[in-house]
């Protein structure tokens, strides 16, 4: 199977289960003011975007031989974690964003007070969801809770977004970015990959690996971002930091990490491989 | 001891407990961004309020002759989703609140995208408060995990506010006014009650009587908010549904059931009672 098809398939998977899961709820939501609750939140989380960290759960229990059932649940909760950060993001006072993915962002469709509200409740509803999809393993469901609580809250993404709030328009070097983006973004990759690795059984030496390659997926992912934005915007940025080349050549060393951390996979890795290697390419 | 010194020890062993948690998160949070987000969400978790959410936990706790510290991680949990809800609530885009507690609002302190992320930062952390301090249980945590997030949700409090911004203005009956602040305030006061029951062991039985009791607690809370406001908010209130009159009458017979649902605990259950009636007193 080609790459591109690989990754169609994977985010087919992803967008049917939160479809499903969607489509569960509604019926739960169907008085006035819950509909509009429930519209609000669904819009922003069904039209999707790439999807790429329920895809990391899936190529990773894919590396460990897994059934993608088994980590769907966790790679929507962190898609629910998501997308609550881009409704918060965009409102006024912080990013004032009117789009997002082309669309009308979530506050323009239905007012400030209710896009509050629906990032609130997906961000609540993450970890109701893992509780209930992991509730036949009472300790791997608390640790899965644990580490997303970990990964998106004051020491993860919240974390990162206070000191990018409270960055902004400051020079800063390349440690202060790297930094910055481990929190803001590195860490939801990170639980994506690793709480995938959790469910699936993987060993310590896996982990490890894993670890390495969430590292450098993270940081590529984040540098291709910085050189596609030039200096158009107002963020800390590793090209600002260190310049372009600088910048492309950190990169090139982050992919072979990358690479050489999925060695002891095999061609069971491939995925995680490729999709790397694409995000370089976009460089 | 007399219900006001009973009321102030409980109060002392939750705002201790609220300290001794932000104490050991500080030195996580020492970078510069990180520190904002500390000093916005502590400010309005340490200078608290009536503390009225763990107060219930504890108070249950008695009534199920357990001690206090073993609820004292769960009310700690619901206050700080409370706190998250108040923060959010006071916003511009919200209710539009300068002052809280009769101090500037989070977001007249530290800016409306800081205290965005201080309450998401809340909401989160507050299940990871519970995977840490429950973890020695992971059924009992993973079950309080599971019921915080409902009743904190789409289909509790948030839910409630979502009624609450769709319903401003327009005229709606008592049975709409109490299905509101079911979701809206009725929704923790019962997890801080039957959450704190079941990690006490309480039996069926018990846990059919504190739920009873948490519906009347809830809806007599409530009330008495809406008498003392009068027809001075735009809010949906008992008064403007039902008349004056009638909303006392119903408080009245809903302190009779309270009183009622706390009889099979005895004197232990002293602290509850005279709480919910320290409650109809202001009427």
């Known amino acids: 199977m080609s790459f591109k098809d690989h990754l169609q398939n994977s985010k087919k998977l992803v967008d049917d289960y939160i479809q499903n899961y969607l489509g569960d709820l509604e019926p739960t939501l169907s008085r006035?003011?819950?509909?509009?609750?429930?519209?609000?939140?669904?819009?922003s989380l069904a039209e999707g975007g790439n999807r790429i960290r329920p895809i990391l759960s899936l190529l990773t229990a894919e590396a460990l031989n897994t059934p993608a059932e088994k980590v769907l649940p966790l790679g929507a909760a962190v898609e629910l974690i998501h997308?609550?950060?881009l409704i918060h993001d965009d409102l006024p006072c912080m990013d004032d964003d009117d789009l997002r993915r082309g669309k009308p962002a979530n506050h323009k469709m239905f007012g400030e007070a209710m896009a509050v509200l629906a990032g609130d409740a997906l961000n609540t509803e993450a970890f109701f969801l893992l509780t209930k999809n992991?509730?036949?393993?009472?300790?791997?469901?608390l640790d899965l809770v644990s580490e997303l609580a970990l990964a998106a809250g004051a020491q993860g993404m919240v974390g990162g977004q206070a000191v990018d709030v409270t960055f902004k328009g400051r020079d800063v070097d390349s440690a202060e970015v790297e930094f910055l983006h481990t929190y803001k973004t590195g860490a939801?990759?990170?639980?994506?990959?690793?709480?995938?690795?959790?469910?699936c059984n993987g060993n310590a030496y896996q982990l490890?690996?894993?670890?390495?390659?969430a590292r450098a997926f993270g940081l590529i992912f984040q540098i291709a971002d910085d050189i596609k934005d030039g200096n158009k915007n107002t963020e800390p940025s590793f090209v600002k930091a260190v310049g372009l080349e600088k910048a492309k050549e950190t990169c090139a060393a982050l992919l072979q990490q990358a690479h050489q951390a999925l060695e002891s996979f095999g061609d069971r890795a491939r995925g995680l491989k490729d999709l790397v290697s694409h995000l370089y390419e976009r460089i």
């Open 32 to 43: 006035p003011g819950l509909q509009e609750l429930y519209k609000s939140f669904s819009y």
């Open 83 to 85: 997308t609550y950060s």
């Open 134 to 141: 992991y509730s036949s393993q009472p300790e791997l469901a």
């Open 188 to 199: 939801l990759f990170r639980i994506s990959i690793l709480g995938a690795a959790r469910i």
């Open 208 to 213: 490890k690996c894993l670890s390495d390659y």
